[in-house]
């Protein structure tokens, strides 16, 4: 893994210079352990949100059924790998998700499965960055560039240490063979937000 720019540090890297320059009291709350985290899936999802009928609205959908880890480490070991299991679409509309899961959209028999693999991490020292890496849906793999914020870090109910996370980027569905309706029943261009709480190990 390489950096993406040169103001921009790995995550791990931001938390050490979030140790030289933040006051005391901030630290503990806001600079994570260096590690491996597991993605909490009962406090993080995978968001979409799409035009419809050419763009003269916006609908929004969510991947209930999400895993993986983060890991918080040195600039060539820092990484995120995600797991979403196409069968939780949810779009809180029990047709469309029928269509959704269809050879259409998601072809969810064929293709179970839809993942992330970073090939770079950045966050500077106010936790915001870029992560690069692949995305593979529909069995297609192609390169995208998420803008990376970190929320918070912090200790759940057992103590053990957590860190949240918020990525966003746009697609283009057809990049991914998904072409069904493309522009008039919905647009191309997909809005993406994966949120992320992860548990270190």
């Known amino acids: 893994m390489t950096l993406l720019a040169r103001p921009l ?35 993080s999802g995978a968001f ?28 060539a070991k820092s990484r995120v790998k995600a797991d979403i299991k196409t069968e939780s679409v949810d779009s809180n509309h029990e047709g469309l998700d029928k269509h959704l899961k269809s050879p259409d ?3 969810v028999v064929q293709y179970p499965t839809m993942s992330f693999a970073s090939t770079a991490v950045a966050l500077n020292a106010s936790g915001e960055g870029t992560l690069a890496g692949n995305l593979t849906i529909r069995g297609v793999t192609q390169p995208v560039t998420f803008k990376l914020k970190q929320i918070g870090v912090g200790k759940g109910m057992r103590g053990d240490d957590r860190v949240g996370y918020v990525a966003t980027t746009t697609i283009k569905r057809s990049d991914f063979g998904m072409t069904y309706g493309v522009p008039k029943a919905a647009t191309d261009e997909v809005d993406l937000r994966i949120n992320i709480e992860a548990i270190k190990q």
């Not at 938390?15 to 009962?42: E, F, H, R, S």
């Not at 035009?51 to 918080?72: A, K, P």
Request: hydrophobic letters at 45%; a negative charge; zero cysteines.
């Open 48 to 75: 979409f949100e799409v035009g419809h009928l050419g763009g003269i609205s916006r609908f929004m959908g969510r991947f209930n059924d999400i895993s993986g880890e983060v890991v918080v480490d040195a600039p």
């Open 105 to 107: 959209f998601f072809s």
């Open 9 to 43: 540090r790995s995550l791990g890297f931001a938390a050490a210079l979030a140790v030289a320059t933040l006051p005391a009291g901030v630290l503990a709350q806001g600079t994570p352990v260096p590690g491996t985290y597991k993605i909490d899936p009962a406090h």
